[in-house]
C-alpha cells in the first residue's frame, strides 16, 4: 500500500497542472483492510481514496462505475469523435506523426483542450518471440488493449509525449503491429466529462475497461507522464 500512496503527491500536482484530466480517485481491494473502517478519504476537491467493501472485488467496483458512466454518455453524445483505423505498419506511423506533432506544436487555439486516446487492440495470432515486448505493454493476450495518449501543448508534457511516441516505434521497429487487429481514434474535447482512465497492469481488468467503455494507462505510463511535472 505504501508504494501506491507515495503517488498520491505527485498526482495532486498532475491534477492542478492538466486540464485533460481533473479528477483521480485512488482504490484500494477492502478484502484485505478489515480493520479499517473510514472507507473514503477525500485528500482534496480533485483527490479521493476509496477502499472497497470486504464483499466486494476492486476490479468489479471500477468496471461497474464505468458502465455508468458510459450509460450516462449514451444518454448525452457531445464532445467525443470516434473512428476505427486499420491496423498495420502505416497505421502506426500515422499515429506516431500525430504525436509528435502534438508534443511540438506551439499553437494554443480552441482546439488546446483537446484529448486524443488510441486503442490498440491485439489480434488472436500467438505473441511467440514477442512476448518480451508485448509483456510491458499488457498486450500478451488476444484482445488485449493498449491506449496512447496525446494532447495539446497546454496540457501535455515533453517527456510523456516522447515516451508514447517511442513506445509505438517500437511497436513497428519489433513488428509487434502485425499483432495489432485494430485501432480505434477517439478525440475527447473539454465538454466530454466522464471518460474514465483506470491506471492498472492488470491484463483482464484492462480489458474489461475497454470492453464498457473506459480507457486505460499502464503504470509506466503513469510514471513517465508524472515525471514530466517533477
Same mark, same amino acid.
Given at each position: 500500500m505504501g508504494d501506491r500512496m507515495d503517488l498520491l503527491p505527485k498526482i495532486d500536482l498532475l491534477l492542478h497542472r492538466m486540464?485533460?484530466?481533473?479528477?483521480?480517485? #485512488?482504490?484500494?481491494?477492502? !478484502?484485505? /483492510?478489515?480493520?479499517?473502517?473510514?472507507?473514503?478519504?477525500d485528500v482534496n476537491p480533485w483527490l479521493q481514496v476509496k477502499? +472497497?467493501?470486504?464483499?466486494?472485488?476492486?476490479?468489479?467496483? #471500477?468496471?461497474?462505475?464505468?458502465?455508468?458512466?458510459t450509460?450516462?454518455?449514451?444518454?448525452?453524445?457531445?464532445?467525443?469523435?470516434?473512428? +476505427? /483505423? +486499420?491496423?498495420?505498419?502505416?497505421?502506426?506511423?500515422d499515429v506516431v506523426a500525430d504525436i509528435s506533432a502534438s508534443a511540438s506544436s506551439s499553437d494554443l487555439d480552441e482546439d488546446y483542450e483537446n484529448l486524443t486516446i488510441y486503442t490498440l487492440m491485439r489480434n488472436e495470432q500467438g505473441g511467440g518471440?514477442?512476448?518480451?515486448?508485448?509483456?510491458?505493454?499488457?498486450?500478451?493476450?488476444?484482445?488485449?488493449?493498449?491506449?496512447?495518449?496525446t494532447s495539446s501543448t497546454k496540457s501535455n508534457t515533453p517527456w510523456f509525449q516522447k515516451h508514447e511516441k517511442s513506445t509505438l516505434k517500437?511497436?513497428?521497429?519489433? !513488428?509487434?503491429h502485425?499483432?495489432?487487429?485494430?485501432?480505434?481514434?477517439?478525440?475527447?474535447?473539454?465538454?466530454?466529462?466522464?471518460? +474514465?482512465?483506470?491506471?492498472?497492469?492488470?491484463?483482464?481488468?484492462?480489458?474489461?475497461?475497454?470492453?464498457?467503455?473506459?480507457?486505460? /494507462?499502464?503504470f509506466e505510463q503513469l510514471w513517465n507522464l508524472l515525471t514530466g511535472f517533477e
Open positions: 486540464d485533460s484530466f481533473n479528477r483521480a480517485v #485512488v482504490f484500494f481491494d477492502g !478484502k484485505g /483492510m478489515k480493520q479499517i473502517k473510514n472507507r473514503l478519504w477502499v +472497497t467493501d470486504s464483499k466486494d472485488e476492486v476490479d468489479d467496483v #471500477v468496471v461497474e462505475l464505468i458502465e455508468a458512466r450509460r450516462a454518455k449514451e444518454n448525452s453524445l457531445t464532445g467525443i469523435s470516434t473512428s +476505427t /483505423m +486499420t491496423s498495420g505498419r502505416e497505421s502506426l506511423e518471440r514477442k512476448r518480451n515486448h508485448l509483456k510491458p505493454l499488457c498486450l500478451l493476450r488476444p484482445d488485449s488493449p493498449y491506449c496512447a495518449f517500437q511497436i513497428s521497429n519489433w !513488428k509487434i502485425r499483432l495489432i487487429g485494430r485501432i480505434e481514434k477517439r478525440i475527447l474535447q473539454a465538454k466530454s466529462k466522464n471518460e +474514465t482512465v483506470v491506471v492498472t497492469d492488470d491484463i483482464l481488468l484492462r480489458q474489461r475497461v475497454i470492453a464498457c467503455g473506459g480507457f486505460v /494507462m499502464t
